[in-house]
């Protein structure tokens, strides 16, 4: 590995303690986000990812798929929720839902990411109606679903604990959960940026129980909106306080905001610098997540590619379907092919390893007969736009 060179030597303490494997504290990620010396904070991100995965980069075959824009939520920060009656709602018949998860098993998908908008009138059922009719048709694949904001909502509306939703949940087919609507913690910020989503506190219990009762899940920052340095080292040290309780956790993924078509529209959009300082910053703080993801839609597929040379080791993948990021005004393509996922990495000097939804290297050649051999090669089909407005 290169000479790690600072520039600023208020960095000097903090590159001795990730040498010597030490923990950081809120102080060290506060002095972390407020220097300018991308590249030394960039040469220890990497040198923590390195020694925890040498060169391997992972990418997965999935399919997102969000059942329906109707949101009750209205957070500010958000493009995609419409009220039921405004133009461009939609929900999907759950047999539309079932016709896109078999496609995408035609395509090799091995997880299919679902989350949606808080529905005023869709009862609970129809979500597990959703994750049985799933697993049933398409056994295989893993089912990534619901983010804690959705599992406190459905708690609400099933008038059901927090712990029966999630053992529902579990009991028709989901296998673990997103890391999506942790947002920023903080309460100030909360209160901007979507003051009817479950607070920071319920995020994490919410959290807490998935973990305690076996369902995995990862998590999100969102940064680049209103919140100040010591609000992203708090978030990210409340994370890394449940990891050490619950070891529930498998990715991070910080992910910057879109501010287009927003309430917040006035906001910049971030800087590769910042983004790729989130990536390194949240390598170096998280020292007890095993993987930190470069989301490429959210990040483009170049800062992405940078970003596995910065801390990140997986790149997520092939998606095929983006609404959340898109409504927001999002430049990428929606679908990127496993070859050029491939290229990317490798041309990052990394070497492309096919995960599953937990990190376990998926053999082409194990899977059962009829299966891709490598994943989808072709885009994917015409869109289906079967809508229902309910
Ligand atoms: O929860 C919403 C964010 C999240 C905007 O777990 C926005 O593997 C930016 O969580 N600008 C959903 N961000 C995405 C998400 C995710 C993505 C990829 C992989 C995984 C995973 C999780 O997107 C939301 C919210 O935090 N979001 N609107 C916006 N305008």
Not at 30 to 48: C, E, F, K, M, Q
Request: hydrophobic fraction near 40%.
């Amino acid at each position: 590995m290169a000479e790690l060179i600072i520039d600023d030597l208020r960095l000097k303490p903090i590159a001795d303690k990730v040498l010597a494997g030490e923990r950081l504290n809120f102080d060290d990620g506060v002095t972390l986000y407020r220097s300018p010396d991308l590249l030394a904070i960039g040469w220890l991100g990497n040198y923590v990812r390195e020694k925890r995965h040498g060169n391997v980069c992972y990418f997965n075959i999935n399919r997102h798929i969000n059942p329906t824009n109707v949101c009750v939520a209205h957070c500010r920060l958000c493009a995609f929720g419409r009220s039921p009656d405004a133009p461009g709602a939609y929900t999907f018949a759950l047999e539309e839902i079932f016709e896109r998860a078999e496609q995408g098993v035609r395509e090799g998908a091995t997880e299919f990411h679902l989350v949606g908008g808080l529905h005023p009138d869709l009862p609970f059922q129809y979500f597990l109606d959703l994750m049985r009719g799933l697993k049933q048709r398409c056994p295989g694949v893993h089912l990534k679903a619901f983010t804690m904001v959705e599992v406190g909502y459905f708690s609400r509306i099933a008038k059901l604990s927090i712990r029966d939703t999630l053992l529902a949940l579990k009991e028709a087919g989901v296998d673990s959960l997103p890391g999506g609507g942790a947002e920023i913690f903080n309460p100030r910020v909360r209160k901007v940026i979507c003051d009817h989503k479950v607070s920071g506190q319920q995020w994490l219990n919410i959290a807490r129980t998935a973990h305690q009762l076996g369902l995995r899940s990862n998590a999100t920052m969102l940064y680049g909106h209103i919140e100040t340095e010591e609000e992203r080292v708090e978030h990210l040290l409340l994370l890394r306080e449940l990891q050490d309780e619950t070891h529930g956790f498998v990715a991070f993924i910080p992910l910057a905001f879109h501010p287009e078509n927003t309430a917040l529209s006035h906001l910049p959009k971030t800087s590769g610098f910042a983004d790729l300082k989130n990536i390194a910053v949240s390598r170096l703080l998280l020292d007890n997540f095993d993987h930190i993801k470069a989301y490429w839609i959210m990040l483009t597929p170049r800062i992405a590619q940078i970003a596995l040379r910065f801390g990140a080791n997986d790149i997520d993948g092939t998606v095929v379907e983006e609404k959340i990021y898109h409504d927001a005004g999002a430049t990428t393509p929606q679908f990127t092919p496993r070859a050029e996922l491939e290229r990317l990495i490798r041309e990052a000097g990394r070497v492309p390893v096919e995960r599953d939804t937990l990190y376990r290297p998926v053999d082409r050649s194990k899977l059962p007969p009829g299966a891709p051999s490598s994943g989808r090669e072709r885009g994917p089909r015409p869109d289906v736009t079967l809508t229902l407005n309910v």
